[in-house]
C-alpha cells in the first residue's frame, strides 16, 4: 500500500536524508521525499498499519533532520 | 520570506547589533565573557542544540557539529587568552546568513516550480437535480456529465457534449496559444477552462487522467538519483568525518612533536586556533546543498518548459546523448494521414473506398482511420464479418459476403496475388476481392513542420547520429529520410524488429554515449523502455508512454528533443562546475588555514561564500526558457 504524506522541509539534502531515514524504517517497503512538491510517498510492507509505521518513520527522519516536518 | 526566515533575520540583526555594541564597550573579564554571551546564544542556540541531538543520535559529523566545535573553541581562546570574543560570534553569524540567503533562493524557487506544476484539480463539478455541486474528482464515475466554468481546471479526461470554449493547455505543454474546443471533442485534464462553460462527459476516472499520470510522474521524479549525486552523499560521508579527525590531529600533533621531540615549549593555543579554523573552513554544505539543488532546478526549468524528465539520473544520461532513434510516424510526421490518390481498375472510386472503409472498421491504427475519414459516411458493421487481422500486413475480412483482403504488398505476395507498384510515394493500401485484385488507394503522411530544424538542431549541438524506424515503405521512408535530413533508415519493420534493431544500435555506439529513442508511445513502450533514455511524445492521451518513458515531451514539437539536450546539458556544467570550484576553494582554504596563513575570518568567507556563488549558479539551471 502507497500512502502520500505532506511535509515540510527546506533544503534539498536534508530532503534526501528523510529519504534514507525514511527507507531504513521497518514495515516501509519504499520511500520518496520529492522536495519539489514537498510530499513524501511511502509505500509500506504488507500487512503493516500506517499509522504506526509513520510514527516510526516520523522519528527516525527527526534523528537525521532535526527540522523536519510530517503531517501525519 | 517565511515566518521561520523572519524570525532568522531577527535573531541575525539582533546578534550583529549586540556584537557591535558590546565590542566598544570597555569592560572586565568576567562581564565581558557574560556578555558576548548573549549574542552567541542568540545567533548559535538551534546549532548547538541540532548538533547535541545529533551526538546523542549518533548522526555525530554534520555542519551543526563542525560549527559549534569551532565556535565553541574559539570563544575557548577568547577565554583563556585574546578576549576577541567577536571571532566566534562572526563565525556563527556568517553561517547563518549563508543557511537564510540558501533558504530564501531555494525556497524562492520552489515555489516557482510548484506553482508552475500546480495542475492537481480540487474538485469537479456535478449537476444533481438541477443543481451543481463540487464533489472529489476521485469520486466521479466513468460517464459522468461534468461541468467546468471558465478559469476552472479541467479535472478529468473527457469528451465536450455541450458548449465551446478555449483552452489553456501551457501547464501541460508549455504552449501558450489556447487551444479552441467544441462538441465532440476530446478534452485532457490539467487544462484551464477559458471562455465558455462546458459540459463534459468523463471517459476516464481521475486515477487513470491524464494529470494524475502527469503528477504522479513530476512527484516520483526524485526517487531516481543521478550519479553525481550518489557521489555526494559517498563523498560527504567520508569527508566531514576526515576533515574532523585532521583538525584534531592538526590541534595534537603539531605541539606534541614540539615539546616531546623538539624540547620546547609548544604554541598550543596557535594550533588550537588553526584547527578550528580549519573545521570552519571545511564545512561541505557548498557541495551538499547545491548539487541536489542544481538538479532539481534542471528538472524544474524543464518541466516549465513542457519537458518532464522522471529522474536527475535520466537528465545525466540525456547529457551524453549521441544517437537519436526516431520512430517516424506520429513522431517526424503528423500522424495524420490522407488518401491522396486512388488508383481503380475494375471498381468505381467510391466503391473501392468503401470497401476499403469497411474492412478496416474495426481497426484504430491511424490508416484505417484515414479510410473512414475519405469514406466519409456513416459505416454498417453489419455488413462486416470475420475480420482478421495479420500485423505488419493488413485485414482480410467478409464484406458483403465477399473475401476482401486491404494490406501491403506484403499481404498481397502472401496470398498470391498479383498486384500493380505504384509509382506515387506514400503508403499502398492494395485492395484484392475474392482473390482478385481490384486497385489500390494511396495515403500520405504530413512531416511535421520543424522536423527538418529539429535534425539539424540535434546535429548542431553534437548528435552523431540519427535513425529513423518506421514499419512503413522502403520508399516512403527515404522521401520523409531525405527530405529532414535524418542519417540512416530502417524501413518494413514490424513492430518487434523495432527492439532488436534498437538493441543493435546500442551495441554499435561508443561506450560512453547514451542512445534516445523518440517516439509517439503508440505500440512503443517496448522500444522506449529497451533504449537509454526513452522520449514520449505528446504525452496528451497516451498513458503506456507515460509510464515507459524517462522523458516525456509535452506536445509533440520534435524541436524539444534538442532543447531537452541543451538543458540537460546546462544542467551538469552546472554540476561539475560546482563540484570542482567547490572542492578545489575548499583545499586551497584548507592547506592556507593549516599553514595559518589565513585565519578564521577567511575561513568562514570561504564556506559561507562558496555556498552562497554555488547556489546561485545551481539556481542558473532553472532559467531555460530562452535555449
Redesign the interface.
Known amino acids: 500500500m502507497k500512502k502520500?504524506y505532506r511535509i515540510e522541509v527546506?533544503?534539498?539534502?536534508c530532503?534526501?536524508k528523510m529519504?534514507e531515514a525514511a527507507k531504513k524504517t521497518s514495515g516501509v517497503k519504499g520511500a520518496?521525499?520529492?522536495?519539489?512538491?514537498?510530499?513524501m510517498?511511502v509505500e509500506f510492507d504488507d500487512g503493516r498499519e500506517p499509522a504506526t509505521v509513520m510514527q516510526s518513520v516520523l522519528k527516525n527522519c527527526k534523528?537525521?533532520e532535526?527540522?523536519c516536518e510530517i503531517f501525519l | 520570506m517565511n515566518k521561520?526566515q523572519k524570525k532568522m533575520l531577527f535573531r541575525i540583526v539582533l546578534a550583529a547589533a549586540l556584537m557591535v555594541v558590546f565590542a566598544l564597550l570597555p569592560i572586565g573579564d568576567v562581564l565581558r565573557f557574560v556578555l558576548f554571551l548573549i549574542p552567541y546564544l542568540v545567533i548559535g542556540y538551534d546549532i548547538l542544540?541540532?548538533a547535541w541531538?545529533g551526538i546523542r543520535?549518533k548522526?555525530v559529523f554534520d555542519e551543526n557539529f563542525l560549527m559549534s566545535v569551532a565556535t565553541i573553541g574559539a570563544m575557548f581562546i577568547a577565554v583563556t587568552q585574546s578576549g576577541d570574543y567577536v571571532e566566534a560570534i562572526a563565525v556563527m553569524l556568517f553561517y547563518q546568513i549563508g543557511e537564510l540567503f540558501?533558504?530564501y533562493a531555494?525556497?524562492k524557487s520552489?515555489k516557482n516550480?510548484?506553482e508552475l506544476?500546480d495542475i492537481r484539480p480540487d474538485y469537479a463539478n456535478v449537476e444533481l437535480d438541477g443543481k451543481l455541486e463540487q464533489v472529489d474528482p476521485e469520486e466521479v464515475c466513468v460517464g459522468t456529465t461534468i461541468i467546468v466554468q471558465p478559469g476552472e481546471k479541467i479535472p478529468i479526461d473527457g469528451i465536450v457534449t455541450e458548449g465551446t470554449s478555449s483552452l489553456n493547455t501551457s501547464a501541460l505543454t508549455g504552449e501558450s496559444l489556447p487551444r479552441d474546443v467544441k462538441i465532440g471533442d476530446e478534452i485532457i485534464s490539467g487544462c484551464i477552462n477559458m471562455t465558455g462553460v462546458l459540459k463534459i462527459q468523463t471517459t476516464k476516472e481521475f486515477g487513470e487522467s491524464t494529470v494524475s499520470k502527469i503528477l504522479d510522474l513530476?512527484?516520483?521524479?526524485?526517487?531516481r538519483k543521478s550519479k553525481s549525486?550518489d557521489f555526494i552523499?559517498k563523498f560527504a560521508k567520508v569527508y566531514t568525518p576526515a576533515v574532523c579527525y585532521s583538525a584534531l590531529a592538526l590541534a595534537v600533533i603539531p605541539s606534541l612533536f614540539s615539546m616531546l621531540i623538539l624540547q620546547v615549549p609548544a604554541n598550543a593555543s596557535q594550533w588550537l586556533y588553526r584547527a578550528l579554523s580549519f573545521l570552519v573552513a571545511s564545512c561541505p554544505c557548498a557541495l551538499?546543498?547545491s548539487i541536489?539543488?542544481s538538479f532539481?532546478a534542471g528538472?524544474?526549468g524543464a518541466s516549465k518548459e513542457g519537458i518532464l524528465v522522471k529522474g536527475s539520473n535520466y537528465l545525466e544520461a540525456l547529457s551524453k546523448t549521441g544517437c537519436v532513434v526516431f520512430d517516424k510516424t506520429g513522431t517526424l510526421t503528423q500522424g495524420v494521414f490522407e488518401v491522396s490518390a486512388i488508383h481503380h481498375n475494375v471498381l468505381s472510386e467510391e466503391t473501392l473506398i468503401e470497401y476499403a472503409a469497411l474492412a478496416e472498421s474495426a481497426s484504430s491504427h491511424p490508416i484505417s482511420k484515414s479510410l473512414k475519414r475519405a469514406y466519409g459516411r456513416e459505416i454498417d458493421r453489419s455488413r462486416v464479418t470475420d475480420i482478421q487481422e495479420i500485423s505488419g500486413n493488413g485485414i482480410v475480412a467478409e464484406v458483403d459476403g465477399k473475401e476482401v483482403a486491404v494490406g501491403n504488398n506484403k499481404l498481397m505476395k502472401r496470398l498470391n496475388i498479383s498486384h500493380i507498384d505504384c509509382h506515387s510515394v506514400g503508403t499502398i493500401i492494395h485492395i484484392a476481392v475474392d482473390s482478385k485484385y481490384v486497385g489500390h488507394i494511396v495515403i500520405s503522411d504530413i512531416i511535421k513542420a520543424t522536423s527538418e530544424k529539429a535534425i539539424s538542431a540535434l546535429k548542431s549541438i553534437g548528435v552523431k547520429k540519427t535513425v529513423m524506424l518506421t514499419g512503413d515503405s522502403e520508399k516512403v521512408a527515404q522521401q520523409v529520410a531525405s527530405s529532414i535530413g535524418i542519417d540512416a533508415v530502417c524501413s518494413e519493420l514490424l513492430p518487434g524488429d523495432k527492439v532488436s534493431k534498437v538493441e543493435e544500435l546500442l551495441t554499435e555506439k561508443p561506450p560512453k554515449s547514451r542512445l534516445a529513442f523518440v517516439g509517439d508511445g503508440i505500440n512503443d513502450a517496448p522500444v522506449l523502455s529497451r533504449a537509454d533514455i526513452g522520449i514520449a511524445m505528446g504525452a496528451m492521451g497516451s498513458d503506456a508512454a507515460i509510464e515507459a518513458a524517462d522523458v516525456v515531451l509535452m506536445d509533440d514539437d520534435p524541436m524539444k528533443i534538442a532543447k531537452a539536450i541543451k538543458i540537460s546539458r546546462k544542467c551538469l556544467g552546472i554540476v561539475y562546475q560546482n563540484i570542482v570550484f567547490a572542492i578545489s576553494i575548499k583545499v586551497m582554504a584548507l592547506i592556507l588555514v593549516a599553514l595559518g596563513v589565513a585565519n578564521m575570518w577567511i575561513a568562514i568567507f570561504a564556506d559561507v561564500g562558496v555556498m552562497v556563488l554555488a547556489v546561485l549558479n545551481a539556481i542558473r539551471a532553472l532559467f531555460v526558457h530562452t535555449m
Open positions: 502520500t527546506d533544503c534539498v539534502n530532503a534526501n529519504e520518496i521525499v520529492n522536495f519539489m512538491t514537498q510530499k510517498i534523528k537525521v532535526d527540522d | 521561520k542544540l541540532k541531538k543520535n548522526q540558501q533558504n531555494i525556497g520552489r516550480i510548484s506544476m513530476v512527484e516520483n521524479a526524485s526517487s549525486e552523499s551538499v546543498v541536489p539543488l532539481f528538472i524544474g
